[in-house]
């Protein structure tokens, strides 16, 4: 299943991250505001990053509206 994080370079967010990926997800996009990837250095090779501001629908729509459609 894809599944997008919303704010996943914060704290919480990256928990998240590892939490799904330790449950075997494989399809992890982190949407983030900054450029602080530090947080989820470790498994970086493992998600997508995309940056947007979640205030601005345009940069989420774009993103949802992209997102491969698993059936």
Same mark, same amino acid.
Do not use: C, P
């Given at each position: 299943? @894809?599944i997008?994080?919303t +704010? %996943? #370079? +914060?704290f &919480? +967010?990256a @928990?998240?991250?590892?939490?799904?990926?330790?449950? %075997?997800?494989?399809?992890? #996009?982190?949407?983030h505001?900054?450029?602080? &990837?530090?947080?989820? /250095? =470790?498994?970086? =090779? /493992?998600?997508t990053?995309?940056? %947007? =501001?979640? %205030?601005?629908?345009?940069?989420?729509?774009d993103?949802?509206? #992209? /997102?491969k459609? &698993?059936?």
């Amino acid at each position: 299943m @894809a599944i997008l994080v919303t +704010g %996943g #370079t +914060g704290f &919480i +967010g990256a @928990a998240v991250v590892r939490e799904l990926l330790a449950r %075997g997800e494989r399809e992890v #996009t982190v949407f983030h505001v900054s450029n602080a &990837i530090w947080r989820l /250095q =470790d498994v970086a =090779d /493992q998600v997508t990053f995309v940056q %947007g =501001d979640l %205030g601005n629908m345009s940069h989420l729509y774009d993103r949802v509206s #992209t /997102q491969k459609r &698993i059936k």
